[in-house]
């Protein structure tokens, strides 16, 4: 589960990252309202945590943005305010919850589970790209109803090429984003090929209809082909 955080306080953002990396959640984040608006417009996110009190954009502002612009990823408000008059306007903006900080790390995962396992659970929690799903809360992949067993690592690089299903995926986002590397080299370009050639196999192999694509010289795409006319 991919996670944005938006927080200008050095020390709560990190503390944060800590508490859900520890579960498993793979964070994202952001020091400035504009920077958070940018990350959310441009990248996919399972949920956001947003401050409201950000300097120059407050999480309010950003919030009403990003569902005009119509974005429905769940948002989970912080603030130091716990007035009922400034948890109804975080909700009436669009919020799926509010939390007052100091936030306390086993209720705020407790909230996030329980936004999941809300309307938007099978959008969250399901991702597809033909007859290929992956349930991230069983954490199974089956092609055509056939299970498919994947290594950790191959499970994170699938679901990363579902996130993003029908777009190009270079071997730079394949590094930054699942091998959490800033700078790409060719020993690691060396084992994103092996990994994507063990998950073409695997979810390909057999099947009249590849869904695994390489584009020579650029990166993958996971993606259905178009008919033929």
Known sequence: MRVLLVEDEHLILESLEQILRKEGYETVTANTGEEGFFLANTQTFDLVLLDIELPGRNGLEILQALRLRGLNTPVILCSVRDRVEDKVNGLDAGADDF??????????????????????????LRRKCGDLVMDLASRTVSRGGRRISLTGREFELLEYLLRNAGQTVTREMLARDVWQESERVTSLDNVIDVHIAHIRKKIDQGHTIKLLHTLRGVGFQLKLPKPES
């Open 99 to 124: 939390m007052v900080k100091p936030v306390d790390g086993q209720e705020l995962l407790a909230r996030i589970r329980a936004i999941l396992r809300r309307g938007r659970t099978d959008q969250v």
